[in-house]
């Protein structure tokens, strides 16, 4: 089925009639219908065709299609009516179905005829149907006649074989028999063409109406009892794709809402684990949290441990500085013991030198310089001793100096290891102070890390719960699509057909 504006661009067309021309539903949209013309059908049915539109009337004929491949073909025979909106005409629906292969071949050849300019000399189309042109066009009367003139020929017929033998003089039982065998002719005449027909277009709309609408009744004319066949064949065929349309959605929404539950029973289900994750998730996040609290106390310890050992060092640094500048006084104090005894030697030395005059003038002397003499000796003895007395000072004094420089050196080297282990301790304290920043940020991160596990865990447990009733709403969704396919089911009375666009006579599209 598909349904055209009236300039024929195609406003719809349901998943039957993609399905055997090919097209998508977008390479159709608002294309002119004749994407789907085959070059072999005769311009003269087109012409027919809007020419009966035109005149606000349903057409039937048979259609030769392509496919989107151009090579393929396909025979349906469409049912084109006028869409009204009032008393305006505001587009054409036609639905099609599948005509049996006699009326195909008949069809073939026929079209044929018309391509190659030989059946235009006695065939024409109207209103669908082929009519007889020339010599023959006599014969088109049964199609064409409307009913009041099949009654009035009745009647007329009646009336003039009732008079023919009235004219002639025939006996009475004569005239009677003529009479009646008038009355029996018209009567067979108006039962073929006017009796027969309504009673099959009675039984084809009470079908219709009882929805069975797997059968159509074709006429070949077009008076007021064909026209009506026509419109009780529109009906039901307009029924029959309506079903085969909204049964084809139903099993699509029975199909999306089977997914759509398994879907939602894998979401539960993950929805479920996602919380198992998250209460593990919290409870990690909390001894996560307790852990860097007590990290965070342990570092608190240790930069306090820390000041402390940089305060202790500081002070044995300021110790070892005082010890330094000691260490320096007693070397400054040794050089000017140093600087004594070398007086103390030379003086000495004098000492020595002038005990040795002094002996040589009391050997001089004699004997009233043997007295001196004694006391030279005396003096150049303590002037000796006072001599090796300064010499052992001054090598005491060395090598006191010698031990000052050492360990003024040591306490200088000691003073500078302080330094550097003070040094070394205050950027412990700074490092101490950024890793316990650190860990306050990383507490407080935790702390947010656990708020928002929680709130996640809030969030999907509300989620689980919208799980559950978007599956209730499913549910209600299925439980309404089974009701609108069991009420759909009430219409059908045969074999499914939903889709069958070709593939049966009983097929529309």
Known sequence: MSVTDTKSHILYANTAFLNVSGFSAGQMAGRPHNIVRHPDMPREAFADLWATLRRGEAWTALIKNRRINGVEHYWVRANVTPIRSGDAVVGYMSVRTRPNPEETEAAEALYRGFREGRAQRKYAFHKGLIVRKGVMAWTRIR???PVRWRIRLALAGVVALGAVPV???????MQVGASLLAALAACAWLEARIARPL??????AGAVAAGHVDTSVYMDRVDEIGMIGRSVNQAGLNLRALIGDVAAQIQGMQRNNEQIMRGNGDLKQRTEQTHAHLQETTVAARQMAGSMEHGAGIIVNARETAASASEAVTRGG???ARVVDTMKDIARFNARIAEMNQMIDSIASQT????????????????AGRGFAVVAGEVRSLAQRSAEAATEIRQ???????TGELGVRQAEEAGQSMEDIVSRVRGMDALMSEIAASANEHSAGVGQLSGAVAQIDRMTRENDQAVEEFAGAVRAMIERTDNLAAALRAFDHGPARTGAACGSRSGAV
Do not use: K
């Open 396 to 402: 005491l004094v060395d090598q006191s100096v010698r």
């Open 318 to 320: 300021d110790a070892l």
């Open 352 to 367: 020595n030198l002038l005990a040795l005059n002094a002996a040589v003038e009391a050997a001089r002397a004699g004997a």
């Open 199 to 204: 009673s099959w277009l009675r039984q084809q």
């Open 167 to 173: 004219a002639a003089g025939a006996p009475t039982w």
């Open 143 to 145: 199609q064409l006649m």
